[in-house]
């Protein structure tokens, strides 16, 4: 059995879950509005709103987790682990919203162009992935506590 490092979660982070996001979260904003303004209806609109609302929440989160995931663990401060870990509960709120809006398990509604259908899957994807990402993501941080607290 492979035991699995912080060092080695961090490079799995930033190798595949944040890569993930910066990839494709850009390309759900404008799938979002097109669908809501093909729709015209409140449940669209509101989704598109959200969508529109997590992008620069979660892009800039990724700016400033990935300078401080490359920090030595000592150098990480509580206040800096407490803003992350804000933004990860900001985040998560914003997909709650999300996926209560479009459905837990994102089912596409009836009448659904191809869009919206291409919308429903990136959503479920970046839901999965960003779930994902933020429980490793609040492992290292209980780890880098862990370990300045050994070193002080």
């Avoid at 035991?3 to 879950?17: F, I, N, Q, R, Y």
């Avoid at 097109?34 to 709103?49: K, M, N, S, V």
């Avoid at 987790?65 to 990860?88: F, I, K, P, W, Y």
Wanted: hydrophobic share 45%; glycine share 4%; aromatic share 4%.
């Amino acid at each position: 059995m492979t035991v699995v490092t912080p060092p080695t979660l961090l490079d799995h982070v930033v190798a595949h879950h944040h890569d993930y996001v910066w990839a494709r979260l850009p390309f759900v904003v404008p799938m979002a509005i097109a669908a809501a303004r093909r729709r015209g209806d409140r449940t669209t609109r509101e989704l598109a709103r959200l969508i529109v609302e997590l992008r620069p929440l979660l892009l800039g989160h990724l700016d400033r987790e990935e300078a401080l995931l490359h920090q030595a663990a000592a150098a990480v401060t509580t206040r800096l682990r407490n803003g992350m870990h804000s933004d990860h509960v900001a985040v998560i709120a914003l997909l709650e919203q999300m996926r209560d809006l479009a459905g837990n398990d994102y089912h596409v509604r009836d009448g659904a162009d191809p869009t919206e259908r291409a919308l429903y899957l990136e959503l479920a994807r970046l839901d999965e992935h960003v779930h994902a990402q933020i429980n490793i993501e609040e492992h290292l941080m209980t780890w880098w506590q862990h370990t300045a607290g050994r070193t002080s």
